[in-house]
């Protein structure tokens, strides 16, 4: 995220702006209506992108943005959590909550990591599309399946989550089931590729 900023300066950034979406830190300082405990404490964050951001030694932040860190957690870590886990929940609650659980993961990232934790701790049976995920790492998450290539999949599914592209998103359309949906991840599908299918907000297909 920090280069694709970076580069595209999309806010228009003025020289001297300091970049940095994910950090992690301790608190040194608090405002006059900001508990005093919390100095010390060992947080989390996703930087305001019109601040300065997390490249800086000290970065400002809003009391409500930050997460606290367990000790078991180190800061590496967690400074490579906050953009990834929030794009994963945003996917994750795209989709509606319903009796049909079974969905399909393509693109094996951080965010997916994080969002196939998230679909199974909620009741979802999970499969996967990834050359680089092991057999271990996809048992220890509880994924069902796991496929090497697109073209072995076999199943219908209720929801796909596709991190790949907006064109490879479109190739994965037949296999939703009634009533399904596609989310893109990394881009999106910006027209019905069926007269049965209807674009919805948020990059997200739907079967009528």
């Given amino acids: 995220m920090d280069?694709?900023?970076?580069?595209?300066?999309?806010l228009n950034w003025q020289d001297g702006h300091v970049p940095g979406v994910d950090g992690s830190g301790v608190i040194v300082q608090v405002g006059t209506n900001v508990d005093k405990s919390l100095i010390g404490c060992r947080v989390?964050?996703?930087?305001?992108?019109?601040?300065h951001g997390s490249f800086a030694e000290c970065t400002m932040l809003k009391s409500g943005r930050v997460m606290m860190l367990p000790d078991s957690l180190s800061f590496e870590l967690a400074a490579a959590l906050p953009c990834p886990?929030?794009?994963?929940?945003?996917?994750?609650?795209?989709?509606?909550?319903?009796?049909?659980?079974?969905?399909?993961?393509?693109?094996?990232g951080s965010v997916n990591n994080l969002l196939s934790q998230i679909l199974i701790n909620a009741g979802y049976i999970v499969d996967v599309v990834s050359a680089?995920?092991?057999?271990?790492?996809?048992?220890?998450?509880?994924?069902?399946q796991l496929?090497?290539?697109?073209?072995?999949?076999?199943?219908?599914?209720?929801?796909?989550?596709?991190?790949?592209?907006?064109?490879?998103?479109?190739?994965l359309v037949p296999l939703l089931s009634a009533n399904g949906h596609i989310v893109c991840i990394q881009d999106r599908i910006p027209a019905p590729i069926y007269?049965?299918?209807?674009?919805?907000?948020?990059s997200a297909w739907s079967v009528t």
């Fill in 147 to 171: 496929y090497r290539e697109q073209s072995q999949v076999n199943n219908k599914y209720f929801a796909i989550f596709d991190a790949v592209s907006g064109e490879n998103a479109a190739h």
């Fill in 44 to 51: 989390a964050y996703h930087a305001s992108l019109n601040r």
């Fill in 85 to 108: 886990m929030l794009t994963a929940w945003q996917a994750f609650e795209k989709i509606p909550l319903t009796s049909q659980r079974e969905v399909l993961i393509v693109g094996f």
């Fill in 3 to 10: 280069w694709k900023f970076i580069q595209a300066n999309p």
């Fill in 195 to 202: 007269p049965h299918y209807f674009l919805s907000r948020n």
């Fill in 132 to 144: 680089s995920l092991s057999e271990e790492r996809a048992k220890k998450l509880g994924i069902r």
